[in-house]
């Protein structure tokens, strides 16, 4: 639901990695990603079919998995910021492949002729959006010492991805530089290689019918939980943080009608002061409280790109001391 793109990545090209494995087997060679058909050639559409395109099923498999996972960025941020980060991506690390393999050449004398195809440069790119912006929520804790958080299975099966070729680590590092160049903005590339406008009004209206989906009725399995107790902790924290923010809304409410904003301080108690045993219910002196924290604007707007308001979001990056994942939480749970 609300990630049209992210099904048409999970479907179309899984269908063709099946059919060319299956039934079309003499075609393979049009989608191997030959470096050096590129380069002495110069056959430019290898590019785009041999980096679309899994010739292996494991890692066609794999990576729908991640790309499945990964739908939160669409639903986030919508379908044509999150195809301008695939787009873009996707040809900074064509780029870093090519300099990746000349420079292991170069160095340690190694001729790379052709890499795994697929979509993999993108789909590694996304770990970087993921590691960053995605809170880290504990899930369960084995033998006692060992944390497994919400985060914990999507990282594994990146690992399995990594690990099923021989040198599928220069797309992964190609991809996570491509993925760290797009996401912190140097010099500018998300203005630059970005769809247009009129490109994504075309493909709403085209193609976002057909890989639409209905917004489910009835419950769902939450998340990519691996047992039963996994998921029944996952769906525990979900009805408790669709009960929190109903109370928020119901006072966001009232204090919308009272024409003021809602006063995170009254409901639940600061976040420096719930590591304190001896903190009590009444306010601290005028004396006593700090100067409030200065905030970073870009931290402002990623929250406000989260669908929250800029007054909650002032208020929870003020209460956290600044830190985003701990505001993200904060205004998740509250």
């Not at 066609?60 to 195809?83: A, D, P, Q, V």
């Not at 790379?112 to 993921?130: D, Q, W, Y």
Request: hydrophobic content about 45%.
């Amino acid at each position: 639901d609300k990630a049209p793109l992210s099904k048409s990545l999970l479907l179309v090209p899984s269908a063709i990695s099946i059919l060319l494995t299956l039934l079309f087997q003499h075609y393979q060679k049009f989608f191997a990603y030959n470096l050096q058909a590129i380069k002495e050639d110069f056959q430019i559409w290898r590019l785009v079919c041999g980096r679309t395109i899994c010739l292996d099923l494991k890692d066609t498999f794999c990576s729908s998995l991640l790309i499945y996972n990964f739908r939160i960025f669409e639903r986030r941020y919508g379908s044509r910021k999150f195809s301008s980060f695939l787009l873009g991506a996707w040809m900074l690390s064509a780029l870093f492949d090519l300099l990746l393999v000349e420079i292991a050449q170069y160095i340690f004398g190694i001729t790379i002729n052709s890499l795994p195809s697929g979509f993999l440069g993108p789909v590694f790119a996304l770990f970087v959006p993921f590691y960053s912006s995605i809170p880290r929520v504990q899930v369960a804790q084995v033998l006692g010492h060992f944390s497994i958080t919400n985060k914990t299975l999507v990282y594994i099966l990146g690992l399995q991805l990594l690990t099923s070729g021989s040198y599928i680590w220069i797309l992964a590092l190609s991809g996570l530089v491509s993925g760290i160049c797009y996401n912190s903005s140097i010099l500018k590339v998300h203005r630059i290689l970005c769809v247009p406008s009129w490109v994504a009004k075309i493909f709403s209206w085209t193609l976002e019918p057909i890989f639409s989906s209905a917004e489910p009725t009835n419950e769902v399995r939450v998340g990519m939980g691996a047992t039963v107790d996994i998921q029944r902790q996952q769906r525990m924290e979900l009805l408790d943080r669709q009960i929190m923010m109903s109370q928020v809304a119901q006072m966001r409410r009232q204090r919308q009608q009272q024409g003021g904003m809602i006063n995170w301080n009254r409901l639940f108690p600061p976040l420096r002061h719930r590591h304190n045993a001896n903190y009590q219910d009444h306010r601290p002196s005028e004396q006593d409280t700090p100067p409030p924290t200065e905030v970073s604007e870009e931290q402002v707007a990623r929250l406000m790109e989260m669908g929250f308001s800029r007054g909650d979001a002032l208020e929870a990056l003020r209460a956290s001391n600044n830190d985003l994942n701990v505001a993200t939480n904060f205004l998740l749970q509250h």
